[in-house]
């Protein structure tokens, strides 16, 4: 570490964020490494060091004996005003070489709201903004994650996106990456091979056309490149490459414990739902895989919880038997069960009872709608009984409290809809308050603001204004203020910025780029949100957020995402957005049939299941 870093630390909150040397924390000599690569979160340390596809890609890199991954998150306003004045740069964790000095810089793009933060991170740390602009020898800037399925806002700041999952994808980049290095090729040259991998988006060997109204229409390849690029998938699960050890902080992080995935994707088929359509096929980890996981991790970490995690842990076929295997293992070692994600149904409820014996914190289920007609709408095949029997039963089972997630604005929403979140959660209420005999029960409503994202039937859907999604909160909350409820709203403004970026294109790159000259950072931070600041943007560079979010699109419209696909096409999202406004539902395909979405033909890849207690 650097002397000059070393006396700015007491002058900072959170030195720790710094430091560098956690445990496990992975240090090799440069000298003789073909590839160096810096595994960059445009965010705090404490939100980064919880992802778990980061920590898993700097497991498999750190695995090779010819490379090394490192770390860098975006520091606190506070530090970067004392690097700026020191003048130094923004350094990895373990070596603490500048960013530029990597041959590879990796974004995890999680969430729309961090895309300044990318800009901000290449700012600090001497890495030139744009593809064009960047020289000979400067290190190749990629990036991967959901937000990766439609990178157009960043399209000219990104050298080349990882569509899909990256256990194996990872792997053949860094290959790339080695020769080239060795052979002394061209920036161009490595681009253009980069491009042959399948999976991996090279957006400056694309160019975007409008049509006289300012709409997007298509994206044409140059240089070879293929018309579609088709995600990666990892087809079995359990001879993935998984850490047998985490990185453990010194500081409080988010999902501070050991983590396994029981499954990755969900074919419920919620319509509003992104990460349900990106990764599909469902695909279980055995319960074998799973408990050796987890023993390897609890014995090198020493956490004391273990989660399951994935997008619906409780589909998993085997879980029952997983977390019944689990509670016996590690009864009387002070090892607590979480799971990330609950169905709204009995079964459920009995899961979470079995896994906090010992300790009963709030339940949370996700009704999402009011009326069982919004619910037919978005294919969320939850009744209104299932929900009061998965609550009876909580509370029945010491439970107090319990929140319930919902959202507001979404396609063909009527006030019925709205009344029937009320009514929702003053049953609820009621149920509480008849089984939990003196302990007052409580319910906490948390209510998101709908915002339409690509690769999903209502990615053709407009977002409701500002002004009616605040109209909407306003009648929630006068309707629901009584004791006993508590309601959260989502702030709108953060949701309308998102849906700008969720269906943008490349002329928004001009946008992101002034906003983060104006200050514009940390985005996601109610602190640090300047909605003013990006409006000021907005008008700077003459775009019209509007036209990106409250827009409805045509059927035949292009999209600025129609280049890259998940498996799942085009025609199925159609056809399920039609059966929305029908009020129609879609079964679940692994357990009532094929729904016709292609994503195991386009693959060749199929759901796989370990067959347990086939639950629906």
């Not at 506070?78 to 810089?105: C, H, I, N, W």
């Not at 409820?349 to 709408?377: C, D, M, S, Y």
């Not at 909407?472 to 004791?483: D, H, I, V």
């Amino acid at each position: 570490m650097d002397e000059r870093l070393l006396q700015i630390l007491p002058e900072v909150s959170k030195p720790a964020r710094y430091t560098n040397n956690e445990l496990h924390a992975v240090h090799k000599d440069w000298e003789p490494l073909a590839v160096r690569m810096v595994l960059a979160f445009p965010d705090l340390y404490e939100i980064g060091m919880g992802n778990l596809g980061l920590k898993i890609i700097y497991h498999i890199i750190n695995e090779r004996v010819d490379a090394v991954a490192e770390r860098v998150y975006l520091p606190w306003i506070d530090m970067q005003d004392k690097l700026r004045a020191a003048k130094l740069p923004l350094t990895s964790l373990e070596s603490g070489q500048a960013l530029s000095k990597f041959d590879v810089v990796g974004f995890t793009l999680q969430y729309e709201m961090s895309y300044s933060n990318l800009i901000k991170m290449l700012d600090l740390g001497g890495i030139a903004r744009k593809t064009m602009d960047r020289r000979e020898g400067d290190p190749l800037v990629i990036a991967g994650g959901p937000c990766g399925f439609n990178p157009e806002p960043l399209a000219d700041f990104l050298d080349c996106v990882v569509i899909g999952e990256g256990e194996e994808i990872i792997h053949e980049v860094l290959d790339v990456v080695k020769k080239c290095k060795l052979q002394q090729c061209a920036r161009h040259d490595l681009l253009a091979q980069l491009a042959l991998i399948p999976g991996i988006y090279v957006p400056s060997f694309y160019e975007a056309t409008y049509d006289k109204k300012g709409h997007f229409t298509s994206l044409e390849p140059m240089n070879n490149a293929p018309r579609v690029i088709t995600k990666r998938v990892v087809a079995d699960l359990d001879t993935a490459e998984y850490p047998e050890k985490f990185v453990v902080p010194y500081l409080d992080v988010v999902h501070d414990r050991v983590m396994v995935e029981v499954l990755r994707g969900c074919t419920r088929g919620c319509r509003f739902c992104q990460a349900g359509m990106l990764y599909r096929p469902v695909r279980e980890r055995s319960v074998e895989t799973l408990k050796k996981q987890i023993a390897s991790l609890v014995k090198h970490t020493g956490y004391g919880e273990v989660s399951l995690s994935s997008l619906s842990t409780g589909d998993h076929t085997c879980v029952g038997n997983l977390v019944s295997e689990l509670v016996a293992d590690y009864e009387g070692q002070g090892i607590g069960l979480s799971l990330s994600s609950l169905r709204v149904d009995s079964f459920s409820v009995k899961l979470a009872e079995e896994i906090q014996k010992f300790r009963k914190t709030g339940l949370t289920f996700a009704p999402e709608a009011g009326t069982q007609r919004l619910r037919n709408v978005i294919n969320k095949n939850v009744r209104e009984e299932d929900l009061y029997q998965a609550v009876t039963g909580a509370f029945k089972a010491g439970w107090h409290q319990v929140k319930l997630y919902f959202m507001i604005g979404l396609p063909t929403e009527t006030t019925d809809d709205l009344d029937g979140i009320v009514t929702l959660a003053q049953n609820v209420l009621k149920i509480g308050k008849e089984n939990r005999g003196a302990k007052r029960p409580s319910v906490a409503v948390s209510v998101a603001s709908f915002v339409p994202k690509s690769h999903t039937p209502f990615q053709w859907e407009g977002q409701d204004s500002q002004e009616q999604l605040l109209e909407k909160q306003a009648y929630l909350r006068k309707k629901l203020a009584r004791p006993g409820i508590t309601l959260q709203c989502h702030d709108v403004k953060t949701s309308f910025l998102e849906g700008v970026f969720a269906r943008g294109d490349r002329r928004l790159a001009e946008v992101l780029a002034r906003a983060v000259d104006l200050g514009c950072q940390f985005d996601g931070w109610s602190e640090c949100f300047r909605y003013d600041l990006w409006m000021q943007a907005f008008a700077e560079c003459q775009v019209n957020p509007d036209v990106y979010v409250t827009r409805k699109r045509t059927s035949e419209e292009s999209f600025p995402w129609d280049h890259i696909t998940s498996g799942v096409t085009r025609v199925f999202l159609a056809k399920e957005r039609n059966t929305a406004l029908a009020q129609e539902r879609t079964e679940d395909c692994r357990f009532h049939g094929c729904s016709g979405c292609a994503v195991c033909t386009t693959l060749s890849v199929e759901n796989r299941l370990q067959r347990g207690e086939q639950h629906e």
